[in-house]
Nanobody, 120 residues
Framework: QVQLVESGGGLVQAGGSLRLSCAAS????????MGWYRQAPGKQRELVAD???????NYADSVKGRFTISRDNAKNTVYLQMSSLKPEDTAVYYC??????????????WGQGTQVTVSS
């Protein structure tokens, strides 16, 4: 059983900061890409940032320079440091992990989501 547990969401004023964490209980598996997605009301889920096991990062244009993704491979944990938050960053943030068992790709696993609300 694989679980991704997110934490760190909440309510913050515009210009503030939050740090999200996502821990994957996947000790039997290897994880290639871990990432953060978000979904605002009435909008499609979109990629915020992801990072592969080698540390290569990818960011949405809307968060470049404000958000930083990092991971601890030993702990199967990914973080998202969010700074200079804007009201338009308000969304449910989801963690995703790309799991492998040996060289066999098992697929994408998602966390339950954590709410981030930025007040103006």
């Amino acid at each position: 059983q694989v679980q991704l547990v997110e934490s760190g969401g909440g309510l913050v004023q515009a210009g503030g900061s939050l740090r999200l964490s996502c821990a994957a209980s996947a000790s039997k598996f290897s994880i290639n890409v871990m990432g953060w997605y978000r979904q605002a009301p009435g909008k499609q889920r979109e990629l915020v940032a992801d990072i592969n096991s080698g540390g290569r990062r990818n960011y949405a244009d809307s968060v470049k320079g404000r958000f930083t993704i990092s991971r601890d491979n030993a702990k199967n944990t990914v973080y998202l440091q969010m700074s200079s938050l804007k009201p338009e960053d308000t969304a449910v943030y989801y963690c995703k992990a790309d799991l492998y068992y040996h060289s066999v790709r098992l697929g994408d696993y998602w966390g339950q989501g954590t709410q981030v609300t930025v007040s103006s």
